[in-house]
């Protein structure tokens, strides 16, 4: 009997956790020989190696004059019928509620229609619930998304628990934690790059973010010169955002330029990351921290602040610090902690390695095909 599916999976495709983790699901899933169909209004970024088993339908956006602002969640649902039909999908995985969540219900209902009931299985990555579901008029609808759904996933404890307390939920919620793709990470010390950003008796701290007010980047910064007067070192900052130019202002301000390296977005950040020795991410709220983790995955320990699902992926006093949101000398003090002391500097990048393993693809994987497995005999029954 041939347990192979064909899942349509629906995400944002920009630069992002999400984007990031539906596309490398994805790839995965084809590996294993289920068939992949991504829909989305672009090609996801990552998704540049296509196999046999994997396709993309863009969802085109008319410019009707009728409309004053584009009604992309009507056009996805027509693409996602469209799609289930002729490719005969087996299932729908969206990732986040709306609109790919409520698009797919409306989808789910034109399909009954057909005569086609296909279940959706809905993951929240968090800006969907921390972000919008504090905007009230936004409610009703991710309520009906996420209890009209057939399953659902959420990708930490912390976003579990905080979805169920903001909003009337009756439907159960899964924790499965986002992932990565370990074999991506060489955690080898380039140091023909390393030296291109420091001499050899100075240390790289690393951030990478979208530079939103969420990521606090201005705290980075004040982190680094606290640690930068006691020791030598550099800070790398990696991507791009609306908070670059405060960034930029405060190193100015406090004569640290040519300390601080702004890299821009990078595609691939695993070279960076493995030339580091500290990784900071003092975010007022991260739903999970896949960043932490691929800083992690590269065998760098990481100072971050103790909100959402970062205590799930950086563990206190092992594979790195947690600090009140804010707590720049703290952050600073335990920096200083780890770059003072070889040994325990090498010990927390030890288990920051070993911890990433747990959230390896071979360990995660599994646990969303069983949600799709439990989902498709349920509709054969």
Same mark, same amino acid.
């Given at each position: 009997?041939?347990?192979?599916?064909?899942?349509?999976?629906?995400?944002?495709?920009?630069?992002?956790?999400?984007?990031?983790?539906?596309?490398?699901?994805?790839?995965?899933?084809?590996?294993?020989?289920?068939?992949?169909? $991504?829909?989305?209004?672009?090609?996801?970024?990552? &998704?540049?190696?296509?196999?046999?088993?994997?396709?993309?339908?863009?969802?085109?956006?008319?410019?009707?004059?009728?409309?004053?602002? =584009?009604?992309?969640?009507?056009?996805?649902?027509?693409? %996602?019928?469209?799609?289930?039909?002729?490719?005969?999908?087996?299932?729908?995985?969206?990732?986040?509620?709306?609109?790919?969540?409520?698009? !797919?219900?409306?989808?789910?209902?034109?399909?009954?229609?057909?005569?086609?009931?296909?279940?959706?299985?809905?993951?929240?990555?968090?800006?969907?619930?921390? &972000?919008?579901?504090?905007?009230?008029?936004?409610?009703?609808?991710? #309520?009906?998304?996420?209890?009209?759904?057939? !399953?659902?996933? !959420?990708?930490?404890?912390? %976003?579990?628990?905080?979805?169920?307390?903001?909003?009337?939920?009756?439907?159960?919620?899964?924790?499965?934690?986002?992932?990565?793709?370990?074999?991506?990470?060489?955690?080898?010390?380039?140091?023909?790059?390393?030296?291109?950003?420091?001499?050899?008796?100075?240390?790289?701290?690393?951030?990478?973010?979208?530079?939103?007010?969420?990521?606090?980047? +201005?705290?980075?910064?004040?982190?680094?010169?606290?640690?930068?007067?006691?020791?030598? =070192?550099?800070?790398?900052?990696?991507?791009?955002?609306?908070?670059?130019?405060?960034? #930029?202002?405060?190193?100015?301000?406090? +004569?640290?330029?040519?300390?601080?390296?702004?890299?821009?977005?990078?595609?691939?950040?695993?070279?960076?990351?493995?030339?580091?020795?500290?990784?900071?991410?003092?975010?007022?709220? #991260?739903?999970?921290?896949?960043? =932490?983790? #691929?800083?992690?995955?590269?065998?760098? !320990?990481?100072?971050?602040?103790?909100?959402?699902? &970062?205590?799930?992926?950086?563990?206190?006093?092992?594979?790195?610090?947690?600090?009140?949101?804010?707590?720049?000398?703290?952050?600073?003090?335990?920096?200083?902690?780890?770059?003072?002391?070889?040994?325990?500097?090498?010990? $927390?990048?030890?288990?920051?390695?070993?911890?990433?393993?747990?959230?390896? &693809?071979?360990?995660?994987?599994?646990?969303?095909?069983?949600?799709?497995?439990?989902?498709?005999?349920?509709?054969?029954?």
């Amino acid at each position: 009997m041939n347990n192979h599916l064909k899942i349509g999976i629906v995400c944002y495709p920009t630069y992002g956790g999400s984007g990031v983790v539906a596309t490398e699901l994805g790839i995965a899933l084809a590996d294993k020989g289920h068939e992949v169909h $991504f829909i989305s209004y672009d090609q996801p970024f990552r &998704l540049d190696l296509f196999s046999e088993n994997i396709y993309f339908h863009q969802v085109n956006v008319p410019d009707y004059p009728l409309f004053e602002y =584009a009604p992309y969640e009507l056009n996805l649902t027509s693409k %996602l019928v469209d799609v289930a039909l002729h490719e005969k999908l087996n299932i729908l995985h969206v990732h986040y509620a709306i609109p790919h969540a409520s698009a !797919a219900v409306n989808a789910k209902q034109i399909l009954a229609t057909h005569g086609i009931d296909i279940p959706i299985v809905t993951t929240l990555h968090g800006t969907d619930i921390t &972000l919008l579901g504090k905007d009230k008029s936004f409610k009703p609808v991710i #309520e009906y998304a996420i209890n009209q759904s057939d !399953a659902v996933t !959420a990708v930490s404890k912390d %976003l579990k628990k905080e979805t169920l307390q903001y909003f009337n939920i009756n439907n159960e919620i899964k924790s499965i934690p986002n992932f990565i793709d370990m074999s991506l990470y060489k955690q080898e010390d380039d140091m023909k790059l390393r030296n291109c950003f420091a001499k050899d008796d100075e240390f790289i701290l690393t951030h990478v973010s979208n530079f939103r007010k969420v990521k606090r980047v +201005e705290d980075v910064i004040h982190i680094f010169n606290k640690v930068n007067k006691e020791i030598p =070192a550099k800070l790398l900052m990696i991507g791009d955002g609306p908070e670059r130019l405060k960034a #930029e202002q405060l190193c100015r301000k406090l +004569e640290i330029c040519d300390k601080v390296k702004f890299l821009g977005k990078l595609k691939v950040i695993e070279k960076m990351l493995s030339i580091s020795d500290v990784f900071i991410l003092p975010s007022a709220t #991260e739903s999970f921290g896949l960043v =932490a983790l #691929e800083a992690m995955a590269s065998k760098v !320990a990481v100072i971050s602040t103790n909100t959402g699902g &970062l205590p799930e992926v950086n563990i206190d006093g092992e594979t790195g610090f947690l600090s009140e949101v804010g707590d720049v000398n703290k952050m600073a003090i335990d920096t200083l902690s780890l770059l003072k002391d070889k040994e325990k500097l090498n010990t $927390f990048k030890e288990n920051a390695l070993a911890h990433a393993y747990t959230f390896d &693809l071979p360990n995660i994987l599994p646990q969303y095909e069983a949600v799709y497995k439990e989902l498709s005999c349920k509709m054969k029954s």
